[in-house]
């Protein structure tokens, strides 16, 4: 028997829809240079999102083009996230934090036709924009100088003056669903940088399990601060969840900072958060040295990329009543695959044990684990492999690229994450693939050690890398960021760790540092580290 209900694609087109209409005095909030907040509602972003999108109709943007941002979060990234892949063409988002040459090789890849890019960075799109061979329009927002843009057989114009005299509708063409509304390059921290290609499809089903109870639970009464850049893997969602669910937004545009963040959320009162440990340590950080803010009215924040010290979480609940919820996912993930929400009918340390986790997988999102042979590990909290996933917003493949066995196996996306499963599902990641130590034939985790080092009192960040041992093949190097006014010595930091791990996982190796390499994308970047090991740039005490 055949089903009788309609078929209606979901679209990125039924958001803007839902969201303009349904949610049309909803919000936009975005902070402005002089701390000013300007605000704009759903039903104006979708207007000038039909505007944006006949402008880029006009300028020659047909079919499956490529649309690029290179943009802060704010109201016309929105405008872009709507517009673009709506009207058919993919919204290319550019990782305006990658070097020169990352950029220029990942904009040749994807194809890009239009640059929409945010005054404040001009400066670092107009060294590379010769070298951007399909580019032939470049759209600026903010009123800025475009004279370091232009360039014989290129258009460069203001954002307002390309929407300007658009009509305020558009007819939202029927899309395949399965068709490309947008694509993302992974961070490339080996090899290039690999695109990977999000559809229709898996973005709504990814928004709706957003706003999921099991999920990030994002409604109507929520305020959504996106901290985390919508050039990182779509915002985590939290953008078109937003929209879906009529929750206002809350862009804080550049200012990422400790400071401006925490003024902001003392004013505009948001309800919802999303953004890398490194921010709400850094926040944390702040609140303690300026205590008259009040961030008590986030009752959520997501909080993913790399492992959340359960101090952090248990010291933003105790002292400012906020709920921080470990996800885990990635670019090829769309991002959302679990999140760490245990029952509340759970005792308070099985809650807390629990919460330390990557989660269980959301619905729709399957995870396994395997060894080194590619069997499948039973599930209980002991047995440690490679984690794989697959779902409806989980990639088959890469952008140009054939699916390969290293990466994708029997529809499995091989994540490249080492942990393991309990009964209930909970995942514990232990390390990355290549991150894991490996020391006289036994793996020691260094994700475990810098979550328990970042415990200490005295430490601001703490990441540990494997270096060459000429007895045990490997052994740990602490490098440490402590605290203002505080010096620990590597002994009594190696004393914390005493009966906390085995004997044979203490670091005899410590360095101290005033700050530990970031990716592009918030991560300690053990790449770097362990390359400014190599170059002997790092002052290691053996103890």
Known sequence: MRSTMMDVALTTAGILRHGSTVHGAATVRTLQPDGSVKVGTFAEVGRRSAQLANALRECGVTGDDRVATFMWNNQEHVEAYCAVPSMGAVLHTLNLRLTADQIIYIANH?????VIVDGSVVPLLAPVLPQLAAVHTVV????VDLTPLRRDGLTVVGY???IAGQPETFDWPDLDERSAAAMCYTSGTTG???????SHRSTYLHSMAACAADGLRVSSDDRVLAIVPMFHANAWGLVYAALMAGADLLMPERFLQAEPLVRLIDSEKPTIAGAVPTIWNDVLHFLEAHPSFDVTSLDLVACGGSAVPLHLMQEF???YGINVVQAWGMTETSPLASIARPSTSLDADEQWRLRATQGRPVAGVELRIVDDEGHDLPHDDK???EIQVRGPWITGSYVGEEADDEKFHEGWLRTGDVGRIDEHSFVTLTDRTKDVIKSGGEWIS????ELLLAGHPDVLEASVIGVPDEKWQERPLAAIVVRDGREPSPEDLRRFLDGKVAKWWLPERWCFVSEVPKTSVGKFDKKRLRALHADGELSVVEI
């Open 110 to 114: 994807a194809d890009d036709q239009v």
């Open 140 to 143: 600026v927002t903010g009123g």
């Open 160 to 162: 307002e003056d390309f």
């Open 192 to 198: 290039n940088p690999k695109g990977v290609a999000y």
């Open 317 to 319: 609940e105790e002292k």
């Open 383 to 385: 047995s440690v492999g």
């Open 446 to 449: 260094s994700v475990e050690l």
